[in-house]
């Protein structure tokens, strides 16, 4: 059983641009969430996705947007990047049927901004 | 809204010496807590987990026990080594929270031998 998966692994943006990154979450999820940390600091929550609506939200700005899938993957765009963007991307996973509200998180992608 | 509060780093020990790591939070509801490692370039490990008041959640050695009472969740571990060297984070999840997961800033743990 494949845990949450992400992709890419590192990526590296210019100022200005726009980065999608994207998660497969664990088999029988239907939930996808997604933090940013920034190094040194805890996880902090971005947005939460379940049948293909946000449906909870964090302090973040509009320039973060997302998607969710029939397959409930999920993407993160990230719009007009900033040098403060650079961290690593998190997303997790989660079911609705978890008594313990438990989240399953995969590996992060990391992303520098120059 | 909901919080969580955990020492501030790093905790340098020396091999086998006893580990304490304190934290608190703060919740509405009746959340469940956990314990998350972080080891140098990777993403989180879920180390242990308590979904009510009084459960002990244990994993690898390390232990934590529920309180309500103290709205506490430290962790612990008897004898440490330098594999758990790494940033552990404290976080809570609740229903209200909808499985939104609150986190702690962390406390790095140096082991040395």
């Known amino acids: 059983d494949a845990g949450v998966t992400q992709s890419p692994t590192h990526l590296i943006k210019t100022r200005g641009q726009q980065v999608t990154l994207r998660c497969s979450p664990k088999?029988?999820?239907?939930?996808v969430s997604w933090y940013q940390q920034a190094l040194g600091q805890g996880p902090q929550f971005i947005f939460q996705?379940?049948?293909?609506?946000?449906?909870q939200r964090g302090n973040f700005p509009d320039r973060f947007s997302g998607h969710q899938f029939p397959n409930y993957s999920s993407e993160l765009n990230v719009n007009a990047l900033l040098l403060g963007d650079s961290a690593l991307y998190l997303c997790?996973?989660?079911?609705?049927?978890?008594?313990?509200?438990?989240?399953?998180f995969g590996p992060g992608t990391r992303l520098t901004v120059t | 809204g909901n919080s969580v509060t955990q020492m501030e780093g790093p905790v340098t020990l020396s091999e086998e010496a006893f580990l304490t790591i304190n934290c608190t939070y703060t919740?509405?509801?009746?959340?469940?807590l956990f314990w998350y490692v972080q080891y140098p370039g990777e993403g989180l490990q879920l180390l242990l987990k308590?979904?009510?008041?009084?459960d002990k959640g244990s994993n690898k050695g390390f232990e934590a026990t529920y309180r309500k009472e103290t709205t506490s969740f430290h962790l612990e571990k008897g004898s440490v080594q330098v594999s758990d060297s790494a940033v552990y984070f404290c976080?809570?999840?609740?229903?209200?929270?909808?499985?939104?997961?609150?986190f702690g800033a962390g406390t790095r743990l140096f082991v040395k031998a």
């Open positions: 997790a996973s989660s079911s609705k049927w978890t008594s313990s509200w438990e989240q399953y």
């Open positions: 088999s029988g999820h239907d939930t």
């Open positions: 996705y379940y049948e293909e609506e946000e449906r």
């Open positions: 919740a509405t509801g009746y959340p469940s």
């Open positions: 308590a979904t009510k008041a009084d």
């Open positions: 976080a809570l999840s609740d229903r209200g929270g909808g499985f939104k997961t609150i």
